[in-house]
């Protein structure tokens, strides 16, 4: 079952998922007819919602597990990323995600505090749109979450002389594990016999020779940090954010690995 404004997608051609019933609704008006409609059947709600609390901290508790693990490791990954990315978000900001930004590690719980590429866009989409995000809500903190591939697709050199030029102070992360993943996993869905899955589909997709993102950031007047170690990287993150707090961009670029 689908419910939504647009259930269809009708402007977006690409996009089409099979559906028993498609109910065009916005959701305040949705909801409330829900819980009229499931009112005689209480006890059923009940049992469900019991399920759902005990599947839920089940959940919570083995993503708790996976952010302690993971700060134990002696490189950087994704839920150690994330979950550090947290302790710096203000309660409003907004993140900008390009790669796997997962509330999992790092929960989000105001509307409007979340944006991922759409069908529409592209790679390269993420860092412009933080800088739009902070020109639309100055009084918000913008964090853009990019892969290395999508930051180097966005431009980088232009995004970081119009943050400067226009004094949009935006936290870029950078997760950087010297990879283009998508065509990574591109290549070895399609050609999973071929010859690039003979070297793991990294040809054409590695970027182990990438430049040093940290220092594009400081060449526009902005503070740029390489962090390697998981232990190094909560104080990165924060002398980061105290900067986008002070005024200015700041860029991480976390080592990560895949």
């Known amino acids: 079952m689908q419910i939504g404004e647009d259930p269809l997608y009708e ?42 609390e005990k599947t839920s901290a089940e959940m919570r508790a083995r993503w708790q597990s996976e952010i302690e693990a993971a700060g134990r490791k002696d490189t950087i990954t994704l839920p150690w990323l994330t979950h550090c990315v947290r ?5 409003n900001a907004i993140v900008v995600n390009e790669y796997s930004f997962r509330q999992e590690w790092c929960p989000l719980e105001d509307p409007g505090s979340l944006f991922s590429v759409a069908s529409a866009g592209g790679l390269g ?4 749109a933080a800088l739009g995000a902070k ?32 004094n949009l102070p935006v936290l870029a992360v950078i997760y950087n594990n010297a990879l ?20 793991d589909g990294r040809r054409l997709a ?8 940290e220092q ?21 993150l924060q002398r980061a ?15 990560c690995t895949l």
């Open 216 to 236: 594009v950031a400081a060449a526009h007047g902005g503070h740029g940090e390489h962090v390697e170690r998981p232990a190094d990287l909560p104080a990165a």
């Open 11 to 52: 402007r977006y051609p690409m996009r089409n998922f099979p559906s028993d019933l498609t109910i065009k609704a916005a959701t305040g008006p949705a909801l409330a007819a829900l819980e009229a409609a499931l009112a005689a059947r209480r006890p059923n709600v009940d049992a469900r919602r019991k399920h759902a």
């Open 206 to 213: 590695e970027l182990s020779h990438g430049p040093a993102f």
């Open 241 to 255: 954010a105290t900067t986008v707090r002070a005024g200015k961009q700041a860029l991480v670029n976390a080592i």
């Open 87 to 91: 302790a710096v978000l203000e309660p």
């Open 180 to 199: 283009y993943n998508a065509v990574r996993r591109a290549t070895l869905d399609m050609y999973p016999r071929g010859v690039a899955a003979g070297e």
């Open 125 to 128: 989409w993420g860092f412009p």
């Open 135 to 166: 020109l639309a809500a100055r009084d918000r903190m913008v964090a853009a979450f990019l892969g290395d591939g999508a930051y180097m697709f966005a431009n980088p050199t232009a995004c970081h002389w119009m943050a400067q030029e226009r």
